[in-house]
């Protein structure tokens, strides 16, 4: 199920949320980018045009690996550990 879609303003791909997945369409192909902890649940952009997401239990954004390809870069390290559990109600 989709659940955020968001298209990039610089290389016009668009990204689109799902049941744990992130999808990147470049206008030719569908490339899949396995998210952590469930299903996306948001897709933003930055000031520096990075695509950031949110899913059930991570948060994080994508960024270019050695071979230029974009990966999921976990931003969860990065929060005080009271913050770090991103739906409430819901335990480990």
Avoid: K
């Avoid at 990039?8 to 791909?13: A, C, F, I, K, Q």
């Avoid at 950031?52 to 931003?75: N, T």
């Amino acid at each position: 199920m989709c659940q955020a879609v968001l298209q990039h303003p610089e290389t016009g791909y668009i990204y689109v949320g799902s049941n744990g997945n992130l999808l990147e369409y470049d206008g030719a192909r569908w490339r899949l980018l396995p998210v952590p902890e469930g299903p996306i649940r948001a897709l933003a952009l930055d000031r520096r045009h990075r695509v950031w997401f949110v899913s059930v239990e991570a948060i994080g954004w994508l960024a270019p690996d050695p071979l230029g390809e974009l990966r999921i870069v976990s931003a969860l390290d990065r929060l005080p550990p009271a913050s770090r559990r991103l739906t409430p109600g819901i335990t480990a």
